[in-house]
């Protein structure tokens, strides 16, 4: 009985450190993003976290493949393509349509 009462207030302890360390992640990740949208002008309380990175992944993607397309379309000879592909994590084969500039 008293080795399972130490055990649950060790248990206890540490839950509260791990809790006191998420709140404090939690509080610097609120004000993070709430100094994003005073950088780019949005309402915070209106635009939700998750949807504004998803926005951001959205566009970051589009400018990746749209940027490929316009070096493809440059005719370079010897582009380092497998670099360029490799570094954004794309397929070449099948995003190029995928860009709203064509």
């Not at 809790?19 to 609120?30: A, F, P, S, W």
């Not at 005719?75 to 490799?86: E, K, Y």
């Not at 349509?97 to 064509?102: D, Q, V, Y």
Request: charged residues 20%.
């Amino acid at each position: 009985m008293l080795q399972s009462l130490i055990k649950v207030y060790q248990f206890v302890g540490i839950a509260k450190e791990q809790t006191e360390v998420l709140e404090g992640m939690h509080k610097r990740v609120i004000a993070s993003y709430q100094q994003m949208a005073k950088y780019f002008c949005f309402d915070a309380k209106k635009y939700a976290m998750d949807e504004f990175f998803g926005d951001i992944k959205m566009f970051i993607d589009g400018f990746v493949v749209c940027s490929l397309y316009l070096l493809l379309s440059l005719n370079i000879p010897h582009p380092p393509w497998p670099l360029l592909i490799s570094d954004v994590g794309l397929e070449l084969e099948g995003t190029l349509i995928n860009c709203s500039l064509l």
